[in-house]
């Protein structure tokens, strides 16, 4: 089986004879060659007329790639999905996310580049090099300076590039040839079987470490501390109990306790309503009667409900003593309930006990109807 | 003993020196005419000049030490730069007294029936007045002298004697010298700069300071390197080459105080205690707004791509803009540090006549003290033993 020539090597002995040579080799037009040394000869690049790599480019893109992604990925999680006000910042605060964003650029750069630079070498898929496990190469990573000329160079020509490698001064001058070319080297046996058993025990590792050994002594001691957990027992408060009860007469944020609870409310104190009876409102407050108030008041308010019989009979919603109530006292029962009738602050916000005010206003008008009401009522269905 | 180097020496010419005396003439006449038209703002002003002098002088001295620590070989032939810029130190005892007069205009602490009514100031007395302050002025500049005299000696008389132990000897005060450095400059950026605002503190200032005093000073040593190359006052093996580790080391503290500044405003901006951000929101108020923003841009964003690509390290040229520029940047920052605290409560214009009179004093110095130095020593340390392979080197 013939074997196809990858190029010719030659060593040399000193980093100054390998300058002149590799300067010679490019002199001489060659412009598929490499030089091989032990450490970074400095102003080899000049010396081989090389360009500049564009491997930075590489390290750009990425670089920006990632640190948008950053940025798109923490504006997306904190600001739009999920917002979340941390430290009373904005939802987008952009010096916090600074720091962040400048890791992952970073992170993404470098593996990039690393990444790249593997590509550019191997010549991806391909994991083997022709110079790998030679002779050559075991010489250039100990002492040995070397150069090789690669076949696919337009000026390649067996015996001149050999004359001219003895003429540069090297030694050792050898025939490379590729090696026989594996077909999928990923698919190879012994490397699917490396891969599997790397896997499997960093995946085995990682579980024994996080799901039990941070649960053995000594590593428990972070989990095992005296701390209050809700639901449990804690031993620090007297009773005995870990959840608290808030301190007497905490208000929440943002709340205004109902201060009528235990008294009258008086018409020239001026609860008001503080709704508009808009139609939003008026629906809202007859959707909210007919659930919470219809089943003893009845649907229009007339105490004549299903519940009549079984339970003392609710009063009418008209009578004179109801409608001359204001909407604050109307309120009051709501909230606090009047008698045998429970309070329904439990069940009801405030605003929909408002709408409901609203909404018996408009029952209440509705039984009582003056005959401008009446000519209104006809007018603006004529209109429809 | 190292093998002998040519080298011959080139005179600088007189007339650089003249240049410098008239600069130095002008700026005098002029800054005593400030303090004769506005002596508060003209010790403001003055402060920002004695404080750029300081960063280079000690800045140099630093990169002095730095070398012969860190073993590098290409910048021994540049390395009589920064030590004549280091000349400037003694200096430092005289450019101090204007501003000792100046105490109760720059430093509110100094006023004692404000401290009186001042729980906070009561609390920082002990560190924060007058005599214990002066004391440490004087150690301090003592401090670098005492460390300028025996660097230069040492350097010097290997000139002669060749004694390469002379080469040892400073690397070992080197180490001593570097941490000693850390402690004197952030005192002196805490005591000439923070305590402008005695109630704002920030734990990172003396870094934040030293990487703005770095910058101007490798500019400094840079824009020198390159003047002297181009009118061939240096060694001919010395190429555009060996520049490049100084554009690196600008670029490396650009990026550098970038990321120091931006640290400070950060945690400042994220715990947004009122006694910490006051001093932020004070360079935020009217025109300091632009300043502040103008800031990044001429400190960091325009010296970044100035710098980042390999050509415009080593090409004299930009290095030359770049430098220049940097210089210009560190007065800047300086400015960004003092002014605002005069600022507060008046309504002055941000910028006038007087703020370009002071730095007219420092440019002139330091060309006198570079030439009379000069005139006397070589501009090349031409016996070290590490001289032979910083001349040979290159990318």
Not at chain 1, 94 to 102: D, E, H, K, N, S
Request: charged share 15%; with cysteine; proline share 7%.
């Amino acid at each position: 089986m013939s074997k196809i020539l990858y190029g010719y090597t030659a060593l040399f002995d000193s980093p100054d004879g390998i300058m002149a040579a590799a300067q010679k080799t490019a002199d001489d037009g060659f412009t598929k060659f490499d030089v091989h040394t032990p450490y970074p000869v400095h102003g080899m690049d000049k010396a081989m007329k090389v360009k500049p790599s564009k491997l930075g480019f590489v390290t750009l893109f990425f670089g920006l790639l990632g640190g948008a992604l950053a940025m798109l990925f923490m504006y997306w999680t904190m600001a739009v999905d999920y917002p979340m006000v941390i430290g009373g910042k904005p939802l987008f605060p952009l010096p916090a996310f600074g720091p962040v964003t400048f890791e992952v650029i970073v992170l993404a750069a470098t593996l990039s580049t690393v990444a790249a630079m593997i590509a550019l070498f191997f010549y991806l898929p391909q994991n083997n090099h022709p110079l790998h496990d030679t002779d050559y190469m075991k010489n250039v990573s100990s002492d040995k300076y070397g150069l090789c000329i690669e076949a696919g160079d337009p000026l390649f020509d067996e015996k001149k590039v050999k004359t001219f490698l003895d003429a540069a001064g090297g030694k050792n001058i050898t025939p490379i040839y590729n090696p026989d070319p594996v077909k999928y080297p990923l698919l190879q046996p012994r490397f699917l079987s490396v891969l599997l058993v790397v896997a499997l025990s960093v995946s085995g590792l990682t579980y024994f470490t996080l799901n039990k050994l941070m649960y053995m002594p000594p590593f428990d001691w972070m989990s095992e501390q005296e701390k209050l957990t809700p639901q449990r027992t804690y031993r620090l408060f007297e009773d005995g109990y870990g959840m608290r009860m808030p301190v007497q007469g905490t208000v929440a944020r943002g709340f205004m306790p109902y201060p009528y609870r235990d008294q009258p409310v008086l018409e020239e104190e001026g609860l008001a309503n503080p709704l508009l009876a808009t139609e939003e409102v008026l629906t809202l407050g007859k959707n909210k009667y007919n659930t919470f108030c219809s089943p003893c008041h009845g649907d229009h308010g007339d105490g004549d409900s299903r519940l009549r019989g079984y339970f003392p009979n609710p009063p009418s919603l008209h009578t004179p003593r109801a409608r001359e109530w204001s909407d604050g006292q109307i309120y009051h029962v709501l909230t606090v309930g009047q008698n045998v009738m429970a309070s329904y602050e439990p069940y009801t916000t405030r605003e929909e006990r408002w709408a409901i005010v609203h909404y018996i206003r408009a029952l209440q008008r509705a039984k009582n109807a003056s005959d401008a009401d009446i000519q209104l009522v006809r007018s603006d269905n004529n209109a429809r | 003993m190292p093998d002998n180097i040519e080298y011959k020496k080139k005179e600088i010419p007189g007339s650089v020196e003249k240049i410098g005396w008239i600069l130095l003439g002008l700026g005098v006449i002029l800054g005593a005419v400030a303090f004769l038209v506005d002596s508060s703002r003209a010790f403001f002003t003055y402060l920002i000049t004695f404080m750029f002098v300081l960063s280079v002088a000690v800045g140099a001295l630093f990169i002095v030490a730095l070398e012969y620590l860190a073993g590098a070989d290409w910048s021994v032939p540049f390395r009589r730069i920064p030590e004549f810029f280091a000349g400037a130190i003694p200096f430092l005892a005289l450019l101090v007294i204007p501003l000792l007069f100046g105490f109760h205009d720059l430093f509110h602490w100094t006023h004692t029936e404000d401290v009186e009514a001042d729980k906070i100031l009561q609390g920082k007395t002990p560190y924060l007045n007058e005599v214990f302050f002066i004391i440490r002025t004087v150690f301090c500049i003592g401090v670098w002298y005492i460390f300028y005299r025996l660097f230069t000696r040492n350097s010097r008389k290997q000139d002669e004697t060749g004694d390469q132990l002379l080469t040892r000897k400073n690397i070992t005060l080197s180490a001593i010298f570097i941490p000693v450095f850390a402690v004197t400059i952030t005192i002196a950026a805490v005591d000439w700069l923070m305590t402008l605002e005695p109630h704002w503190f920030s734990t990172i200032f003396g870094i934040y300071f030293f990487s703005g005093s770095m910058i101007a000073t490798l500019a400094a040593i840079t824009l020198t390197a390159v003047l002297l190359k181009e009118k061939g006052y240096l060694h001919p093996k010395i190429t555009n080459e060996h520049f490049y580790s100084l554009g690196a080391l600008m670029f490396a503290f650009v990026n550098f105080w970038a990321y120091i500044a931006f640290s400070q405003y950060m945690l400042i901006w994220y715990a947004d205690l009122p006694e910490t951000t006051f001093w932020f929101l004070q360079r935020w108020e009217g025109p300091m707004m632009y300043i502040s923003i103008g800031l990044i841009f001429v400190h960091f964003v325009i010296p970044y791509f100035g710098l980042v690509s390999l050509p415009s390290k080593t090409d004299p040229k930009r290095l030359k803009i770049m430098s220049v520029w940097l210089l210009f940047a560190h007065g800047l920052n300086l400015y960004w540090l003092i002014m605002p605290t005069y600022f507060s409560g008046k309504e002055v214009p941000v910028i006038t006549w007087m703020d370009f009179t002071f730095p007219l004093i420092a440019i002139a110095l330091f060309i006198i003290i570079f030439v009379i130095h000069a005139k006397k020593f070589n501009l090349m340390p031409v016996r070290d033993p590490k001289l032979r392979k910083g001349l040979d080197f290159h990318l």
